[in-house]
């Protein structure tokens, strides 16, 4: 089976693309820079096809172009991460929207997009799917607004949309900001303290490869689609994550909670029901 990767070079990207080759599936792979891509370890087991989401997406039949793939794998999204860029829905969103368009208007008939739990706004506590999204920041209005964008164009298309929206993951590729990216390199530097945020706020946290395994489990089957969540449904404290990372890689650094304020762009404890996800995943 023929699965199209876009994003294929990023954080979740590399790993999914692992998955789907190590389960026998061929692999299209399509990302901004050729060059980035030669320097990963699966460049030579996958078609790899350079492309600007949104450049030329309404002239060129990209369904051809992508050599016809069975499934869509769409994980691509500039601008992270600034959350708070109002280019998220001036300029990402129409691209993206025009990208997956011309993708399924020309024959494309399996759609999986990752979205963000971002989407569910200033809520806390347990976030189902059946919850009305609340977005309060750029990156997650154009999310859900693409969401709903595609929505309607099932209305006159017939495809299947697997909507995964992502919640807190960590592991090999993460962006150099993110949390346990800083914190490896505060201990590389031998320093003797780490600043971070008070640490009581209360999030959902999966390794990127297990992320990856149930984006892709989920992209092949059909028998669950619409939202779904991938979390863990077990909320932990940001402080006592980084305590067990700490031990399980044998780390001795002083923790300066409360350097950093809390962020304002999410609330302060927030974790994802992951039932419908459990269901999509059964063999």
């Known amino acids: 089976m023929k699965i199209l990767v876009t994003g294929a070079t990023g954080f979740i990207g590399y790993h999914i693309i692992h998955y789907l080759l190590n389960n026998g599936y061929e692999v299209i792979a399509t990302g901004t820079s050729r060059e980035k891509a030669m320097q990963l370890d699966w460049f030579s087991r996958v078609t790899f096809v350079e492309h600007f989401t949104g450049k030329d997406d309404t002239q060129t039949d990209l369904y051809i ?5 069975v499934k869509l794998i769409h994980l691509a999204w500039p601008g992270l991460p600034d959350y708070k860029s109002p280019a998220h829905i001036e300029e990402y969103l129409p691209a993206q929207y025009a990208f997956l368009e011309n993708m399924i208007c020309n024959g494309l008939k399996d759609v999986t997009i990752t979205g963000t739990c971002f989407e569910y706004g200033m809520k806390n506590g347990l976030l ?9 920041n750029p990156y997650a209005v154009a999310k859900d607004s693409l969401r709903r964008q595609l929505m309607m164009l099932q209305a006159t298309h017939s495809f299947s949309l697997k909507w995964i929206r992502l919640f807190y993951m960590y592991g090999k590729g993460q962006h150099v900001k993110s949390l346990i990216i800083q914190l490896d390199a505060a201990l590389a530097k031998g320093e003797n303290t780490f600043n971070m945020s008070g640490g009581q706020q209360v999030r959902d946290y999966l390794p990127v490869e297990k992320v990856a395994e149930n984006i892709a489990r989920i992209a092949m089957q059909n028998k669950i689609t619409g939202i779904i969540n991938c979390s863990s449904n ?26 950093y304020p809390y962020p304002d762009y999410e609330p302060m404890e927030f974790w994802g029901d992951n039932t419908k996800m459990l269901k999509a995943l059964e063999n």
């Open 65 to 69: 172009k992508f050599d016809r793939p």
């Open 128 to 136: 189902t799917e059946n919850m009305e999204p609340e977005p309060a």
């Open 234 to 259: 077990k909320p932990v404290t940001v402080e006592s994550m980084v305590r067990e990372y700490l031990k399980q890689v044998g780390g001795k650094i002083e923790l300066n909670l409360g350097y």
